[in-house]
């Protein structure tokens, strides 16, 4: 199991890297458009922007899940490997309640959106609200993770 998430964890990286790469082709287009006349200026450059910017934003939000730098707070002193266990448990059950709400409203969400088309580029809209959903799950098996790594440093006593 943990070669599988591993892989999701690498393709969410490249999936992100992708998309802030492609995010600077539609950006620059704006720019150069804006203050030149050496490229018309194309409306679908910004809903292209909105768009990517919104799988980014959610792509690092899964990421940051997996890599302990999402929702943390550095306010406590460097515990035991025990106590910093149980504080990231405590931690995980505050991000779980956002996650379930990210599936639960993510998915109303998508249904609401699932026969409209963006406005410029006749993208369909589900494309876009299933990324909240997505990131809901994404966060559960992460969390679910994590939780099983702490509550074995928090039984066992191991090291982190």
């Known amino acids: 199991m943990k070669k599988v998430i591993d892989g999701y964890h ?32 194309y409306i679908w450059t910004e809903e292209a922007s909105r768009f990517l910017f919104i799988w980014m934003v959610m792509l690092g939000a899964m990421i940051g899940i997996r890599e302990n730098t999402h929702f943390e707070v550095d306010v406590w002193p460097e515990l035991k490997p025990r106590a910093n266990a149980l504080l990231r448990i405590v931690s995980s059950v505050f991000v779980l309640v956002f996650a379930l709400v990210f599936i639960w409203w993510g ?26 959903p997505m ?26």
């Open 135 to 160: 990131t809901g799950f994404t966060w559960l098996l992460f969390l679910g993770e994590g939780f099983v790594h702490n509550l074995r440093v928090v039984v066992n006593g191991a090291p982190e």
């Open 10 to 41: 690498h393709l969410l990286t490249w999936l992100m890297v992708a998309t802030v790469a492609i995010l600077l082709i539609p950006v620059t287009m704006q720019i150069i458009a804006r203050f030149t006349a050496l490229i018309p200026a």
């Open 107 to 132: 998915i109303e969400f998508t249904r609401f959106g699932w026969n409209q088309t963006s406005e410029i580029a006749d993208l369909p809209m589900w494309l876009i609200f299933i990324a909240w």
